[in-house]
């Protein structure tokens, strides 16, 4: 969502998830797109809808209104034949950067987010965001959805494949059932490529029976201009699904960079298996 709304042109200081308000027409078109792709689950443009991060445009007041109207926007596009998952990033603390610190204020997301199939907690680092699962699982009982955690990982300087907390994919993987998780994932990652998608599906497996699914980014992106270039064709990482199916990957999907074209790509690939 985030390198689709800069292709609609948003601005660098822009807050992105203020668009589902004011500029509905172009967050709706984003969606209809990845819908006409092949895509069977939409994501609401809602990664950084929290009230820390919306402080800081001035937004914090917005919550409810910004969330309600991602929703909407994505349930349209999904009509009746696909789920809307309501997206939530990293909520970090404002001093310290920390994820999810405060709970209350992950509560305050997930109640505005009424409406979707399931709630995504993405791009984390932390076992705190395990913490925030099991939170969420027990404490938050007017919301009986799916909560499905994705981790982003790096190559450390010895070349172990850890998130930036410098936790291992295993030490996810088999507490993440017990948190309440309901599906297991990895998105993202900086000199991130494919082989490393794959291997971190197949040391989940290796840990859990949880249900696991990837968003592998389109590579690291160059700057070329004002352009951001991904390095990863569409062809090129469509080819490499079946590898990741047979990890153990049960859902397959982008993160940065993966326009609608790699999604058509995708699902041209998983449609032939």
């Known amino acids: 969502m985030g390198t689709e709304l800069q292709r609609a042109g948003i601005g660098p200081e822009e807050c992105h998830e203020l668009w589902n308000a004011t500029r509905a027409d172009r967050v709706s078109a984003i969606h209809r797109a990845y819908a006409d792709a092949g895509a069977t689950v939409l994501l609401t443009n809602t990664f950084q809808a929290n009230t820390t991060h919306l402080a800081r445009f001035g937004f914090e007041d917005r919550l409810e209104e910004i969330n309600r109207s991602a929703v909407s926007l994505a349930r349209k596009a999904a009509g009746r034949s696909r789920f809307v998952l309501g997206d939530v990033g990293p909520i970090l603390d404002a001093t310290t950067r ?4 405060d709970f209350k204020e992950l509560g305050r997301v997930l109640v505005s987010l009424e409406g979707v199939d399931g709630i ?7 076992p ?13 009982v007017d919301i009986d959805l799916p909560l499905l955690l994705s981790l982003t990982y790096h190559r450390s300087s010895s070349g172990q494949l850890v ?5 291992a994919p295993e030490s996810f993987a088999r507490h993440a059932e017990r948190h309440g998780v309901a599906a297991l994932g990895v998105n993202c990652g900086r000199d ?5 998608i794959i291997e971190i599906i197949c040391r989940y497996r290796a840990e859990t029976d949880l249900p696991l ?10 700057r070329q201009g004002d352009r951001w270039i991904y390095p ?3 062809e090129t990482m469509a080819a490499r699904l079946p590898e990741l199916v047979q990890a153990g990957a049960r859902a397959i ?3 940065c960079g993966t326009t609608p074209e790699y999604i058509a790509a995708f699902r041209n690939v998983l449609d032939a298996r």
């Open 98 to 101: 920390a994820e999810f610190v």
């Open 120 to 126: 995504l907690l993405e791009t984390c680092s932390d």
């Open 128 to 140: 705190r965001a395990l913490a925030a699962v099991q939170w969420a699982f027990h404490r938050l």
């Open 163 to 167: 998130t930036l907390s410098g936790h």
């Open 192 to 196: 991130m490529d494919m082989d490393d």
């Open 213 to 222: 699914f990837a968003r592998p980014n389109a590579g690291t992106p160059i």
């Open 232 to 234: 990863h064709a569409p």
């Open 253 to 255: 999907g982008g993160c």
